[in-house]
C-alpha cells in the first residue's frame, strides 16, 4: 500500500473513533440524565405512599370514631385527639428513620 492510501484509512478511522466517542459521551449523559430523573420519581412515589398512607389512617379513625356512636360533638374531639397522636407518632418514625 502506498502512503497516501495508509494515510487516508488512518483519517478515516481517526473520524470512526472519534465518532464513536461522541456517541459515548452522549450516552453517558442520557444515563446521568435518567438516573437523576429515576431518582425524582422515586422520590415523587414515595411521597404519593406517604399521602395514601395517611389518608388510610385518616380513613380507619374515621371509622373507629364513627362506630363509638356517641354524640358528634365527642366524636368530632376524639377523632381530633387521634389525628394529633396520629402526626406525634408519623414525627417520631420520621425522625428515626432519618
Known sequence: MNQAATH??????ERKVQLLLNEFQNAKNELRSLKAENEELKAALKQKDEKIND????????????????????ASE??????????EIDKCILHLTR
Open 8 to 13: 487516508n484509512e488512518l483519517n478515516a478511522l
Open 78 to 87: 376524639m377523632k381530633g385527639k387521634i389525628d394529633d397522636y396520629i402526626k
Open 55 to 74: 389518608f388510610q389512617n385518616q380513613d380507619k379513625i374515621s371509622k373507629i370514631v364513627g362506630s363509638i356512636g356517641k354524640s358528634e360533638a365527642e
